[in-house]
């Protein structure tokens, strides 16, 4: 599986954007997708996952309310959508894509596909 994050820029705080991981390569309708992120000089951390039939979603409690995790079987494609944006959401942001089941979705050791990265910058 190939992933192809898009959607990153540079927006003022409170503003708003949405990223998307395409897949191809094959199908991820069987995978749980998350996003991470990793700002200068920090490890990367989690930001939202959902499952493979998209009923399950988890959130890092520093986004929670604030972003949406959502996928599109049709278009092999999930989104994280980015309201209320703030200077220390900026970051490089990463979606993953694995196999394995939900309750693992939160570390980085359980996800084995990876796409590029897409850089939000967040100004205020």
């Known amino acids: 599986v190939q992933l192809q994050a898009s959607g990153g820029g540079l927006v003022q705080a409170g503003g708003s954007l949405r990223l998307s991981c395409a897949a191809s390569?094959?199908?991820?309708?069987?995978?749980?997708v998350g996003w991470f992120r990793q700002a200068p000089e920090k490890e990367r951390e989690f930001v939202a996952a959902?499952?493979?039939?998209?009923?399950?979603?988890a959130y890092a409690d520093s986004v929670k309310g604030r972003f949406t995790i959502s996928r599109d079987m049709a278009k092999n494609t999930v989104y994280l959508q980015m309201n209320n944006l703030k200077p220390e959401d900026t970051a490089v942001y990463y979606c993953?894509?694995?196999?394995?089941?939900?309750?693992?979705?939160?570390?980085?050791?359980?996800?084995?596909?990876w796409g590029q990265g897409t850089l939000v910058t967040v100004s205020s």
């Open positions: 993953a894509a694995d196999s394995g089941s939900w309750g693992r979705e939160r570390a980085t050791r359980e996800y084995l596909y």
């Open positions: 959902i499952s493979w039939s998209g009923r399950n979603t």
């Open positions: 390569g094959r199908t991820f309708s069987n995978y749980r």
